[in-house]
């Protein structure tokens, strides 16, 4: 028998396991419906019950009754895995007329000038194409319904709550079963709601469409060659510019231009929105965005502006982001996945597109400023202090080694091995010096990979269609209908695409790369980085979290200003 310290060392111990959902409900009882709060005793022995879900089994799935219809879809299936593995298409590799997707050329409709007349022909000749625009084309819907997923699953939380404190009647008796029923909708609602998740989830019929097409050795031989290595460069350059020591060494620069307006809300906005952006050029994008919108947590959302005020600083993030990192040819997803191909330099981006963007970026965030001038006045006046002087101590020399192991990601953005091996000496590093550190968080990193990863996949599927879209437009054109496709698809699939087109005129390829980066600010998935500013700000928005269409309105009139300082000065 265990002593009573030993039961609660258990209960604790079982308790680190609890699924992030029951784990938020529990931590945020203003969840919970009418105000209601959770007693000690009911959370004790919430802790106890769910015991029997920490560690879910599938003899565990097999023997619960909700479960049926999950048989019934796994056995499907694995049905559907073992005749797409042994069906003669499967083994049909090497056969070039199996290849997807198809070489461009392979159309022969270069003589074909109408334009829906040669996507028509083109679907006829491979109808692959259209199945894999529709999927794609609902997984762009499914990123618009993210919130109702979320909201179906707090539902499901909110569901279990009830069912725990009835439970804490000790006449009553609770079937595992149902409690099982509930914690599984309820992650599996949060799985879907997860933004970043969307893609790689409309992966699966993908693969599928492509199996029973083409057979499994076409679409082992697409994903095989599917360029990863922007996936794992985002990966490791979040994780280490995440750590402790590099958003020291970026609030130290940021908060220097914030002393000139006194340290006050509206300094440390327009310091973050301004300075941030453009230090995305030098650190990378992503890099950027999660310094960015740690700080704006930290520094302005915790201060709880009002409702436009937070679209308006998250449509100015997004926008001024995507367009900061153009002063390099190595910081923006888009630019990086075009300058090889274009053989644009450091000097040839900073001339056509750098201080452009630095302008449009000062002139949004200004217009903005004297908009919201008001409630900036009043935030002043509510502003508190935050703490600063118990941070823990970040020493120089740890923060030097920490910028050489970001130079050393950004030197290697091309061979994912070497980022690997070096981000695992990073992690080495950190541990050893855990104590002038905090946790590298993995999480939100790994989403974002995913979600690039699974965004470049579904985008090499559609070259069918956008190649001679772009082709065919003028620069005006060209640059509006690049800014309006990146809203739907990320920026750096834009690029990567245009960079496919063969003979594209130097004025088109500066139109596509103008509207690729105008345009990532628009939605989440216009631009890699914005998904991991998402998951970091989401909180501060409410139980619904980010509304696609209210990032939209706030992002549209900067848009707007970087579009025509791209195509006007």
């Not at 007693?39 to 919430?46: G, I, M, W």
């Not at 590099?246 to 906005?269: F, Y």
């Not at 640059?479 to 990567?496: E, K, P, Q, R, S």
């Amino acid at each position: 028998m265990l002593s009573r310290h030993g039961q609660e060392r258990a209960v604790k111990e079982r308790h680190r396991t609890l699924k992030p959902g029951c784990e938020r409900f529990l931590t945020h009882p203003e969840n919970g419906s009418a105000g209601r709060k959770p007693t000690a005793f009911r959370v004790k022995r919430y802790r106890h019950r769910s015991r029997s879900i920490r560690n879910l089994s599938l003899v565990t799935f097999h023997f619960s009754p909700f479960t049926s219809p999950l048989r019934s879809v796994g056995l499907l299936l694995l049905l559907l895995g073992w005749f797409l593995v042994l069906s003669p298409s499967a083994h049909a590799a090497g056969v070039s007329g199996l290849a997807y997707p198809a070489d461009p050329a392979s159309y022969h409709d270069d003589d074909v000038t109408f334009m829906p007349a040669k996507l028509w022909g083109r679907v006829q000749s491979e109808p692959l194409n259209l199945i894999a625009t529709v999927i794609f084309a609902l997984a762009i819907t499914h990123t618009f319904l993210a919130a109702q997923f979320q909201k179906r699953s707090r539902s499901f939380e909110h569901r279990l709550l009830h069912l725990e404190e009835e439970a804490a009647d000790p006449e009553v008796t609770v079937p595992d079963d149902k409690r099982d029923h509930l914690i599984f909708w309820a992650q599996f609602y949060h799985f879907m709601g997860e933004i970043e998740a969307v893609f790689g989830i409309w992966l699966i019929p993908l693969f599928i469409a492509i199996v029973v097409f083409k057979g499994w050795g076409a679409m082992v031989d697409y994903v095989g060659h599917v360029n990863v290595a922007d996936a794992v460069f985002v990966v490791v350059i979040m994780a280490i510019s995440g750590s402790l020591p590099i958003l020291r060494l970026a609030e130290t620069a940021i908060s220097q231009v914030a002393k000139i307006g006194r340290s006050s809300p509206a300094a440390w906005w327009i310091s973050i929105l301004t300075i941030g952006p453009i230090l995305g050029s030098f650190i990378t994008e992503p890099a950027a965005m999660t310094i960015c919108a740690l700080l704006l947590r930290h520094r302005f959302y915790n201060l709880h502006p009002s409702g436009r005020l937070k679209y308006a600083t998250l449509g100015l993030l997004f926008v001024n982001i995507s367009v900061g990192g153009t002063l390099t040819h190595f910081a923006a997803p888009p630019v990086v996945l075009a300058a090889s191909a274009w053989k644009w330099t450091m000097p040839f981006m900073a001339a056509n597109f750098g201080w452009k963007a630095i302008i449009a970026i000062i002139i949004s965030n200004i217009l903005y400023w004297l908009v919201f001038l008001k409630e900036f006045n009043r935030l002043s006046q509510e502003q508190r202090e935050f703490g600063d002087e118990d941070r823990r101590r970040v020493p120089w020399s740890i923060t030097v080694i920490h910028l050489l192991f970001l130079a050393w990601t950004v030197l290697n953005a091309h061979y994912p091995v070497l980022i690997v091996l070096g981000f695992l000496f990073f992690l080495a590093f950190v541990s050893a010096t855990r104590h002038n550190q905090q946790g590298i968080a993995l999480r939100p990193p790994l989403l974002v990979g995913f979600f690039l990863a699974s965004l470049v996949i579904h985008g090499g599927c559609q070259s069918w269609w956008i190649g001679p879209v772009l082709k065919e437009l003028s620069q005006w054109p060209l640059m509006i209908c690049a800014t309006v496709l990146t809203a739907f698809n990320d920026n750096a699939a834009i690029t990567y695409l245009a960079t496919l087109v063969p003979g594209f005129p130097d004025s088109s390829r500066y139109a596509v790369m103008a509207g690729a980066v105008t345009g990532g600010g628009l939605t989440v998935i216009a631009n890699a980085p914005n998904p991991a500013g998402q998951s970091i700000l989401a909180s501060r928005f409410g139980e619904a979290g980010i509304s696609p269409l209210g990032l939209l309105l706030a992002a549209a009139v900067p848009t707007v200003i970087v579009g025509l300082a791209f195509m006007l000065l």
